[in-house]
């Protein structure tokens, strides 16, 4: 396989907040190098279960996980296992529930926490971190810049055709001041500012980029349900490709056959849902 993609997830971000506080991203925009799209969460809104549905192509109704206390190993076809089974290199900078899906579960501390197994199945390479404590007053979250600098580092070591990442401080800072809030405006900024020096840097490795959202929020810092401002996110894409017109809005169920697409590997039968890139 000699295609290369990175999907990045910026947890609970709602449109509204990209569009009007990712000065980075929407410079790209402007300047015609990346196409953005508004992108929809399935039903929950839940972090687990889009998590699950983000790289499945199944709904929640299908695949089973109903919120964050509903963790599993899900027996599915998904991203990491079509890229592995196409002889691609997969990796991950996520939180443990990734692992929990589509490598082993539970989770153990010790043993998963970094992982590099070049036979495996699935996940090649994985960093993982759990949160464990995470609170209202304390978001036991990893400083972006690092997840960011790990997954470059994996690329650069092993040769990633599929790497995510995945971090929930904007989550996290919502659910405690809501985004409407001097404090989500600055962390907004700082998270662009952030990941802003590594797009070209991916980009010049040869990676196509997919910055997005799992949800968005609401104005009390809540998501789960069927509200625009808790399911609508942005979907930010660095590449080549057809893609649908700027006013689409992007199912969640076709990122997962949509990322296959672009790296040559086979959909699964069980992802029905339509590619938006060709």
Avoid at 35 to 49: D, E, G, I, K, Y
Avoid at 57 to 86: K, M, W
Avoid at 123 to 140: A, C, P, S, V, W
Avoid at 243 to 269: E, N
Wanted: include cysteine; hydrophobic fraction near 35%.
């Amino acid at each position: 396989m000699d295609r290369k993609l990175l999907l990045i997830i910026l947890d609970g971000v709602p449109w509204r907040n990209w569009r009007r506080l990712f000065g980075n991203l929407e410079g790209w925009v402007a300047s015609g190098e990346a196409r953005v799209w508004r992108h929809r969460a399935v039903l929950p809104s839940t972090s687990a279960s889009c998590y699950a549905s983000l790289h499945t192509g199944l709904s929640p109704q299908e695949h089973g996980c109903t919120g964050n206390g509903n963790v599993f190993y899900l027996d599915r076809p998904d991203i990491f296992s079509e890229v592995r089974r196409a002889g691609g290199v997969t990796g991950a900078v996520t939180h443990s529930f990734w692992s929990s899906f589509f490598n082993r579960h539970p989770f153990d501390l010790v043993r998963d926490i970094e992982f590099d197994e070049p036979d495996n199945p699935t996940i090649n390479h994985g960093r993982f971190h759990t949160m464990t404590g995470y609170g209202h007053d304390n978001q036991m979250t990893p400083s972006d810049v690092d997840l960011f600098a790990t997954l470059t580092s994996l690329c650069l070591r092993f040769g990633l055709n599929y790497g995510i990442l995945h971090t929930c401080t904007l989550d996290s800072m919502g659910h405690r001041f809501y985004h409407e809030s001097e404090e989500m405006d600055h962390a907004c900024f700082v998270m662009d500012e952030m990941l802003a020096p590594f797009i070209p840097r991916w980009r010049a490795m040869g990676y196509e980029v997919i910055v997005t959202a799992d949800h968005g929020q609401d104005d009390r810092g809540h998501h789960g349900g069927t509200g625009e401002l808790q399911r609508d996110a942005a979907l930010y894409w660095f590449g080549a490709g057809d893609g649908p017109p700027p006013d689409t809005v992007i199912d969640q169920l076709q990122l997962a056959p949509t990322i296959l697409s672009r790296l040559g590997v086979k959909v699964p039968k069980t992802m029905t849902a339509a590619p938006f890139l060709r």
